[in-house]
């Protein structure tokens, strides 16, 4: 009999411990890395071998492997019944994903633009309407002929105003709207530290190898128009009071090239652990050396494995680390130490 590991379930390194993806159940676990590194370079030996090699510790972990489905015993003449999962992503739309903030300036836009980008999803936002007739005519006529597969509907409202007749109305009539949120004052403000969102399926795991999943394939249309890679987009590449061609800029290098910048090429994020699952919508910054950097903090610290408020938390100039505009260094005795006060001698 001989070990192996299952696909579907793969192995993330951080800097101080390792994650298991457990795609089909959308979870996850922990694991420390000198078990990861010791157990996974023992696949397709043969079980007794294996057990020669391992310390009771590490006998207690593989067992916990084998409990959790993360790895098995297989007959040696089944092992290429196996095979490794291919994660390439791809996508067959150039946007996947648009917000639209409807307003004077952008309630003539035609949203079949979207469909020949192959955009599937739409999320739109509306501030102010003159009232819910007016509102119900601009939506029959904009999307009710349209192929999307989602659309939500984020509407202010209004003081006095029921929108339950409304609700049931819309929705009936036009089969694409998923959803409808009403919200009273103003909200998408960006807070000042970050807080990461946790996705953990195939589809996010696969884009996050290469993409950065937050911006890939994603546009955003604010009310006066200015077209931007996302809500939180500090580049307006055009707007639509302009006589635009939306394929081609959305086509460009310029628009693109958040796209390709995934954790892996971020200071702080690719030594972390999450790195696959984290949806995160801060904008990567770009040093004169070419390498990149967040401004905000996020509320994980991957180097010692805590997250604000958990005890013994430190932030990243505690434990001398330092990425800023300028360069990324981190004081890996000083990080050890504290680790080892953390983890080990606790
Ligand atoms: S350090 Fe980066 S990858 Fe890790 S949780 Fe925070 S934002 Fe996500």
């Known amino acids: 009999m001989i070990l192996k590991f299952q696909a ?8 101080n411990r390792s994650c298991i993806y457990d795609l089909p159940r959308n979870t996850y676990d922990f694991l420390p890395l000198a078990v990861v590194n010791k157990l996974y370079s023992f696949e397709n030996m043969n079980r007794d071998t294996i057990i020669d090699q391992l310390d009771a510790n590490e006998k207690l972990w593989l067992n916990y492997l084998i409990e959790k489905e993360y790895c098995f015993f297989i007959p040696q003449e089944f ?12 996508n067959p ?28 999803h739409l999320l ?6 003159d009232n819910l007739e007016v509102l119900h005519s601009l939506l029959k006529e904009k999307i009710s002929a349209t192929t999307f597969k989602s659309i939500d509907l984020h509407i202010r409202k209004k003081p ?20 409808i949120n009403f919200y009273n004052k103003k909200q ?16 996010t795991f696969s884009e ?96 010692i494995s805590k997250w604000k408020g958990d005890k013994d938390y430190k932030s990243l100039e505690e434990i001398g680390v330092i990425s800023n505009k300028s360069f990324f260094s981190i004081d890996l005795k000083k990080v050890e130490k504290i680790n080892t006060g953390i983890w080990i001698n606790n």
């Open 8 to 15: 579907e379930t793969p192995v993330i390194n951080g800097f």
């Open 79 to 90: 092992k290429d019944r196996f095979p490794k999962i291919n994660f390439k992503w791809t």
């Open 93 to 120: 739309s150039l946007i996947s994903n648009t917000i639209i903030d409807i307003s004077q300036t952008t309630s003539s836009f035609d949203f079949k633009i979207l469909e020949e980008l192959n955009c599937k």
């Open 124 to 129: 739109i936002r509306i501030e102010n309407y």
């Open 160 to 179: 006095g105003v029921s929108y339950l007749s409304f609700k049931r109305r819309i929705k009936k009539e036009i089969k694409q709207i998923t959803d």
């Open 188 to 203: 998408y403000n960006i807070p000042s530290f970050f807080s990461p969102f946790f996705l953990i399926n195939i589809n």
């Open 208 to 303: 996050s190898l290469r993409f950065n999943s937050y911006y890939n394939r994603k546009l955003y249309i604010d009310k006066d128009g200015n077209i931007k890679n996302g809500i939180e987009g500090e580049y307006i590449f055009s707007n639509l009071t302009k006589n635009i061609d939306l394929i081609e800029i959305v086509q460009s290098n310029r628009y693109k090239n958040i796209w390709n910048i995934n954790k892996d090429k971020i200071d702080i994020c690719k030594d972390c652990e999450f790195r696959y699952m984290c949806i995160d919508n801060r904008i990567p910054r770009k040093r004169n050396n070419s390498t990149y950097y967040f401004e905000e903090e996020c509320l994980y610290n991957p180097y």
